[in-house]
């Protein structure tokens, strides 16, 4: 705490506090677990593309290592700073204890303006930060493996692979180095949605269950809440698009400089569309051809207190916080980014009833799919190559065999419908809502049995786990 003001790392931990009191592990084993592992600070020069030199800062965090490799995101930012990325490796920490991805958390960050640099120049920053991680052992694929986060995306994760495996090209296993990739470069379909799919499907499940709905006023099912999403980056825009196809109302999509709002429904996937055509450094609300009377007047700050059922910050950290959660009147906040809600300006929408799903647990699709990538690259074939085939034969098999014993045959369209066998995309989905699910109802138990919130629960929940596994490695030497 500095001057009054709680770092995003001690708030994580304050939340961390509040949970392990529920918890009955010796105060060694919980300091053990809420340490930050290992930090990185260093700095490259990049020479400019106009001859210009200047000095890059950059990190990589790696919060735990009870379980090897440590998983993150790298993120590219002006506010990137020592004490967010170990605030962001620990929420991957507990992130992946909740979905039960055998991994410890990590995160990077380069501080710098993505929108100001070419694409060479950005190329550079990125094979120069990936080598940088080499020389001291922060990456590997059974030792840190990084990811896409704010800022950047499959380019850059291509990048990381290419630089990584030129300095190692005796490593059979190379492309698990990182995740996020193009398909071309091992990456695994579905990963690009995965965080927007993993969170509609979080918030499709919240609103299932009629006792909470009823709680905040609301009807049970998703169809029909009115939503607004803030960012319309990778997560923001898939969350949106998701939740329309679930028969969601998006009323609100908020930007870093401007705001959309319709109370009757804004067509996202239309309005997303147009967003992605624009090119990365000029993307801007102002550049979208859409009606006068969807442009609306406040600022982006202020759009988070719109009128709607449930918010869904998706773009940073310390979005909500004590100076406007007063003011916020959704019922549902899903943070789909990760810490948009402050540990005080949670605390004044608990009071007020408000029904907080927590990062670790909404936008855990993102690391989930990630390990499915992981697995497919150290395996070396794509998921479904081997039975797809065979599973659409077996199908086939049955069909006829009904149609014999029924005396009514199938007609073709029918048959290619139910003899499909899972591709890999059908598989990624289902491994993606399979494991959201169990993860939310073991929440829900928890919750009940300890008469606590859901990020309380989500907390509860990763630190027994991860308590657990400490316990069995004991302490070395
Ligand atoms: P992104 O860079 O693709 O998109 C972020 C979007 O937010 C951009 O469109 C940006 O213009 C917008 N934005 C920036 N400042 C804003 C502001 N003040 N108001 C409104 N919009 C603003 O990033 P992303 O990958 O979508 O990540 C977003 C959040 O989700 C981050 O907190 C990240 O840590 C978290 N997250 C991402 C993933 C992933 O798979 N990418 C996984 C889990 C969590």
Excluded at 106 to 134: M, N, P, Q
Excluded at 238 to 258: H, N, P, R, S, Y
Excluded at 282 to 300: F, I, T
């Amino acid at each position: 705490m500095l001057n009054g003001h709680v770092s995003f790392f001690d708030q994580v931990n304050q939340n961390f506090d509040r949970a392990a009191r529920f918890t009955a592990h010796p105060q060694g084993l919980l300091d053990i677990i809420k340490t930050c592992n290992s930090v990185y600070h260093f700095t490259f020069p990049l020479e400019r593309d106009n001859g210009e030199v200047e000095v890059i800062h950059a990190w990589r965090a790696e919060h735990s290592h009870h379980k090897l490799p440590t998983k993150g995101g790298i993120r590219y930012s002006l506010d990137v700073n020592e004490d967010e990325v170990m605030a962001l490796a620990a929420l991957m920490t507990y992130k992946c204890a909740v979905v039960d991805v055998p991994f410890g958390g990590a995160k990077g960050g380069i501080r710098i303006d993505s929108k100001k640099y070419s694409k060479h120049e950005l190329e550079r920053i990125t094979r120069r930060y990936t080598f940088e991680l080499v020389k001291k052992n922060f990456i590997g694929p059974g030792i840190d493996v990084p990811a896409p986060d704010f800022g950047t995306g499959p380019r850059e994760m291509a990048w990381i692979v290419d630089t990584y495996t030129a300095l190692s090209p005796d490593k059979l296993e190379g492309a698990a180095c990182v995740t996020g990739k193009p398909i071309a470069q091992g990456g695994v379909r579905g990963r690009n949605e995965a965080t927007g799919r993993g969170v509609a499907f979080v918030t499709h499940e919240v609103c299932a269950i009629e006792e909470d709905m009823r709680a905040v006023g609301l009807s049970k099912g998703i169809e029909g809440k009115r939503v607004v999403v803030q960012g319309l980056g990778n997560v923001g825009s898939f969350t949106a698009m998701f939740l329309q196809k679930m028969g969601a109302v998006i009323v609100g999509l908020i930007e870093f400089d401007g705001v959309l709002y319709d109370p009757n429904g804004i067509d996202a996937a239309a309005i997303v569309e147009q967003w992605n055509a624009l090119r990365r450094g000029e993307k801007s609300m102002q550049k979208l051809d859409v009606p006068a009377s969807l442009r609306w007047s406040g600022s982006p700050k202020e759009g988070l207190e719109l009128d709607c059922d449930i918010l869904i910050p998706a773009a940073l950290e310390n979005q909500i916080t004590d100076e406007n959660a007063a003011r916020i009147k959704a019922k549902i906040i899903v943070e789909a980014a990760n810490g948009p809600v402050t540990s005080g300006a949670g605390e004044t929408l608990n009071q007020r009833g408000a029904l907080i799903v927590p990062d670790h647990y909404a936008n855990a699709g993102g690391v989930l799919v990630s390990y499915f990538e992981w697995l497919k690259n150290l395996q070396h074939v794509r998921f479904g190559r081997m039975e797809r085939r065979s599973e659409e034969q077996a199908y086939r098999r049955i069909l006829d065999a009904i149609a014999v014993r029924t005396g009514k045959s199938f007609t073709e369209n029918e048959l290619s419908n139910l003899a499909h066998g899972a591709e890999e995309a059908d598989l990624v989905h289902s491994g993606l809502e399979d494991t959201m699910g169990n993860a939310y109802k073991n929440l829900l138990e928890i919750r009940a049995r300890h008469k606590v919130d859901l990020r309380t629960a989500a907390f509860i929940d990763a630190i027994d786990k991860i308590a657990i596994c400490y316990q069995d490695l004991g302490i070395f030497p």
